[in-house]
């Protein structure tokens, strides 16, 4: 009867504390603890109790005296693990992960948490060896097993490119060997092999990644097999590998760049084609570029350039919500394996309306901005357009136009274009002695704009508002 009673109070214990009713579970454990002193289970009930209502050092006691017991050491670690990795203190987190692998090495846990750790320090070489213990034991399916072995294999090819090149394209093949859609493996294994002169080699690993995950990077690497080439050579090799995949936007950008490079207006101008409706920022830009680079057309280029403040960002690498120029084995913010993705960043980060973005921390990059446009010597203003003040005009020289004397001198634009991979493009150093005009956003009807001494405060640069 004593012990009918015990289980009882155990049982109804721990449904309280399944229904979150802390004090009703607490009284509960006192009692079941009481009639069952030899029974495991209380001390779960005791130790979830504790953490209910918020004790986690009674809590992280309880989980200690379960490691006296045997059949309840497993679940001490486990409660002991999850504390301190609450708490933040990973050290200990790792120690008690190793612990609980040698007391259980098929634990569902364990090594799977332990792997996470090592990854978040940079030990691929121990980490890849706990994903083999597990998938000895049967905790990955052999596909879970092959890519994230790759993504490992991919993070020791990074840190051994440039001090050992040999080791790092035979971890790098290995990579691609595991994982084909891989895009920094394959940039590995292609960039070093193409400098070893194995040019067929590298062409099928970047073609064979780029028909599963079209990349900027893939297309660098592809472009650029051959040193020395010329642009009419390196369009053409583009075009062989973007037909593959050619309705991608990726396709269509690398391709217009590499017709543009080569002057070759129609091809650049018919690869964005499907794109011009809807475009992102790298294709309002591209078209500027084309405007500019085949007609001179600086209404065009200001036109395009106008959209790309408005137009859908390109994708960039995204882990946990945030932005990376660049690929990175774990995600910054939790340390997770294989978490960055390539995608256009409109769910986590939307676009401003003037093309902002957040500010992001430790390990993240800002989502990539609207294209930055430098305006030098602006034209004599029209009829549809802001105007410009005299004294910014005069000090234009001579060298920058070829009209005659007397009529309106044409406008240079310097266009600055979105870095290939979607991140912030850095803006060069403005040239001396060149008058700059910056570009304000424009303000609604009823705002008078910005105060006399904010002006001054531009350096008398004169403002130009929304084209």
Not at 82 to 87: H, K, P, S, T
Not at 358 to 386: K, S, W
């Amino acid at each position: 009867r004593r012990q009918r009673k015990g289980f009882e109070a155990l049982s109804r214990g721990l449904l309280a504390v399944s229904a979150g009713h802390g004090r009703q579970a607490e009284k509960l454990g006192a009692k079941a603890r009481k009639l069952l002193p030899d029974e495991p289970l209380t001390l779960l009930l005791q130790a979830q109790s504790a953490e209910l209502k918020g004790d986690t050092a009674g809590a992280s006691n309880v989980y200690r005296s379960m490691l006296d017991r045997e059949e309840t050491q497993a679940l001490g670690l486990h409660g002991l693990f999850l504390e301190a990795r609450r708490v933040g203190d990973m050290q200990v987190a790792k120690v008690i992960a190793e612990r609980a692998v040698r007391l259980e090495p098929d634990s569902p846990w364990g090594a799977p948490a332990l792997m996470e750790l090592q990854s978040a320090e940079g030990d691929w070489v121990a980490a890849s060896q706990t994903l083999a213990r597990q998938k000895q034991h049967h905790l990955v399916s052999r596909d879970e097993y092959k890519r994230q072995m790759a993504v490992l294999l991919t993070a020791q090819a990074m840190e051994a490119e440039e001090n050992n090149p040999e080791k790092a394209l035979e971890l790098a093949l290995s990579a691609h060997k595991g994982a084909n859609d891989l895009v920094p493996a394959a940039v590995i294994a292609g960039r070093l092999l193409a400098q070893k002169g194995r040019i067929a080699k590298a062409a099928k690993v970047l073609e064979r990644t780029w028909k599963l995950a079209p990349h900027p990077d893939l297309a660098e690497v592809y472009a650029h097999l051959k040193l020395g080439d010329k642009p009419a050579a390196r369009f053409k090799r583009i075009r062989f590998l973007t037909h593959r995949n050619k309705e991608h936007l990726e396709s269509c950008v690398a391709l217009a760049r590499a017709a543009i490079s080569a002057r070759q207006w129609a091809a650049a101008r018919e690869a964005l084609d499907p794109f011009r409706q809807a475009p992102t920022q790298r294709v309002c830009a591209l078209m500027a570029e084309i405007e500019d680079g085949e007609f001179g057309d600086k209404g065009k280029v200001r036109e395009w350039l106008s959209r790309a403040l408005r137009a859908a960002r390109d994708p960039v690498w995204i882990a946990d919500g945030r932005v990376s120029a660049k690929w990175a084995p774990v995600s910054p913010v939790t340390g997770k394996l294989d978490a960055f993705v390539w995608k256009a960043p409109l769910d986590e980060l939307p676009p401003s309306d003037q093309g902002g973005s957040g500010n992001l921390d430790d390990g993240g990059e800002p989502a990539p901005e609207a294209p930055e446009i430098e305006l030098v010597a602006q034209e004599t203003p029209q009829e549809d357009g802001p105007a410009v003040e005299p004294e910014a005009a005069s000090r234009m020289p001579a060298s920058q136009t070829d009209e005659p004397e007397g009529k309106p001198a044409k406008e240079a634009l310097e266009i600055v274009k979105p870095d290939e991979t979607g991140a912030q493009a850095e803006i060069p150093e403005k040239a001396a002695g060149k008058p700059v005009l910056e570009i304000i956003p424009p303000h609604q009807p009823d705002d008078p704009g910005p105060e006399p001494d904010e002006k001054a405060k531009m350096g008398g640069k004169p403002a130009l508002g929304a084209f």
